[in-house]
């Protein structure tokens, strides 16, 4: 099917600079696209593979090695000088979140290799994808071996696949571009920060754009041929724009007084490192060929620096991701970027300026604003795409509504004592909202039976594809693994593979070797936020153990849910989600009152889990209680503890005083889980946790 030009795309004015400064200068590194669903991420993305201009490839290669300079040591060479070579269309190639690492780098045929000697590789995507560009959808998903591999190709430019003492290296050279949505989770911090520009898109909240925006998309669906000859011009010229910048970027001059501009923002907006100066560089150098100037300008600077630092800042991972304008504008202005009177933009020299994406998206646009130089806030009215549907209408991160949602009536009866006055730890006005201090290394909490494999983390002990190994089987069709060499050879003895003429190994005495890694888990906090628990000083203990944990979840990979129960009811204050930030958030915002309804929390916490192993059968549960055992309200717990019968679990006994009741102790034998006093938490790293 005929693509959607790129550009007849409505608004989206800084992810399409970003998308066109790395088309004209790969070594920029690459664009992250956030931002919520329907806002035609992957539409733009994928329409700016008909920009880039063609390759010369060695005839018949299959890892597109430049004639010029083909790669010593690519497995198809070595190519002789004057080899026969063509041309070809740049590459987009996409990488599923569900692809395998033998697709990914390639594979190796360990039975040929084992049976006849031979060395036969098959090239993976990233061969594929070398001097083109490389498109993960839903970036933040991508599980963890499979980021280390794109981080080793993305520093190295090239790709390893190194098994059982076979090695095979070739280039891996691309543009990388991800596109992800923040509801679903924040990928690996070392992954975003390879990503040389973040940009952050989000539905128009003008009407005419988006009456626009469904305009062009209707008439695409009608006839896609027809609709792409409209912009068929435009799409010329923009292809020839990033042409003529790309020759023109090796003649561009940054002065030194420009580079010690770009040291001086870096550091007053407190980057880590030298890859933010490195990145700001090359895409105020990008820009300025793009503008058909042949020097960087101060301009050029602010501009870079907009897409190539907010992301760069974020010191904790848990810290709520975006873009913060304030600082960088400080920054800006700490380094001077309006003293510079040498520095007056020069017109650009030649090329269709009235038909690139900085003047509007050509001339069948709408008229949208010119932003090449002075870039949109990236939630502005103008961030649009063909296939927009809208912005959700939650008003929370994942589109809930505030967790605090119940009224001063519903917060139970005995947040006031006799006399009418607030209990401790309580608000005049209803219930108090108390804060965290700070995040400790708690105790690992591990599922202690050995689980499936079902999601790589490094929580639980499971079979795995990676790991300490632990024994042998056949395999179950092709070789998925590795083999496991010792149990080949003695299959192969067993056949009678040492007599006289018999062939050593075949393919039938194969056998792969069994793995024990970790995986990941769905954790399941529920907390008790009640009158029993409302004592300040307490809570803020309370909050920061739950803190240190959703921390520790977050290193860990794993998905996390939140219940908090006070008053007559229990509350979903966290659906389960990868984005431990959001529970943060939430957390941060957690209030305290009322009676204890306990079992109310356990049955929230048992539909919970329910409809998540429908929804994801592999991936385990683990519930961490924190209570002190009370239940003021409903019933007993030991009733409703059955229904979470065979679910590993762990009890944090919040009671405190010299007078204990040990009721939580109680709720962890009913629950058949091991309890731990809150102080302890942070005691050591001995695993604890129930089979399930």
Known sequence: MTPYPFSAVVGLDDLRLALLLTAVSPAVGGVLVRGEKG??????????????????????????????????????????????????????????????????????????????????????LLAAAHRGALYVDEVNLLPDHLVDLLLDAAAMGRAHVERDGVSVKHAARFLLVGTMNPEEGEPRPQLVDRFGLVVTVSAPRDAKLRAEVVRRRLAYEAGPDAFAARFAADETALAARILAA????????????????????????????????????????????????????????????????????????????????????????????????????????????????????????????????????????????????????????????????????????????????????????????????????????????????????????????????????????????????????????????????????????????????????????VVDASGSMAARKRMTVVKTAVLSLLRDAYQRRDRVGMITFRGRTAEQVLPPTSSHEVGVLRLASLRTGGRTPLAAGLRAAAATIAIERRRDPRRRPLLIVVTDGRATSGPDPALVAPALAGVAAVVVDCESGPIRLGLARRLAAALEADVMPLDALAAGNTPIGKAA
């Not at 990145?279 to 503008?291: E, F, T, Y």
């Not at 194969?510 to 399941?524: C, M, S, T, Y």
């Open 39 to 124: 806002t035609a991420k992957s539409t733009v993305v994928r329409a700016l593979a008909s920009l880039l201009p063609e390759v010369d490839v060695v005839r018949g290669c299959r890892f597109a090695c430049d004639p010029a300079a083909p790669d010593p040591g690519c497995p198809d060479g070595p190519h002789e000088p004057g080899a026969p070579h063509g041309h070809r269309p740049a590459t987009l190639v996409e990488l599923p979140v569900g692809a395998t690492e033998d697709r990914v780098v390639g594979t190796l045929d360990i039975q040929r290799a084992l049976a006849d000697g031979v060395k036969a590789y098959e090239p993976g």
């Open 246 to 525: 790309r020759e023109a970027v090796p003649s561009v001059l940054l002065p030194d007084t420009e580079l010690d501009r770009i040291a001086r923002v870096c550091l007053a907006y407190g980057v880590d490192g030298m890859r933010a100066d490195i990145v700001v560089a090359r895409c105020a150098v990008a820009l300025a060929a793009w503008h058909g100037r042949d020097r960087v300008t101060a301009d050029d600077i602010r501009d870079a620096a907009r897409l190539a630092l907010p992301h760069r800042r974020r010191k904790d991972p848990l810290d709520p991701p975006g873009t913060d304008e304030e600082r960088l504008e400080e920054a800006l202005d700490q380094a001077g970027m309006d003293d510079d009177p040498d520095d007056d933009p020069q017109p650009p020299s030649g090329g269709p300026d009235d038909n690139g994406p900085d003047s509007g998206g050509g001339p069948d646009s709408n008229g949208t604003p010119d932003s090449s130089n002075r870039p949109q806030s990236s939630g502005g009215p103008n961030s649009s795409g063909p296939d927009s549907s809208g912005p959700d209408s939650g008003n929370g991160p994942d589109g809930s509504s505030s967790p605090d949602s119940s009224n001063a009536s519903e917060r139970g009866d005995d947040s006031r004592s006799s006399d009418g006055t607030p209990k401790e730890g309580q608000a005049s006005g209803g219930a108090a909202a108390v804060q965290a201090g700070a995040a400790y290394r708690p105790r690992a909490l591990r599922i202690a039976a050995r689980g499936e494999g079902g999601h790589a983390g490094r929580r639980s002990p499971a079979f795995a594809r990676r790991g300490r190994v632990v024994g042998s089987r056949i395999p179950r069709g092709k070789l998925a693994g590795a083999p496991h060499l010792p149990a080949t050879l003695r299959a192969a003895i067993h056949r009678g593979a040492l007599t006289a003429g018999a062939q050593v190994v075949q393919p039938r005495d194969l056998r792969e070797a069994v793995h024990v890694g970790r995986e990941a888990n769905l954790v399941l906090f």
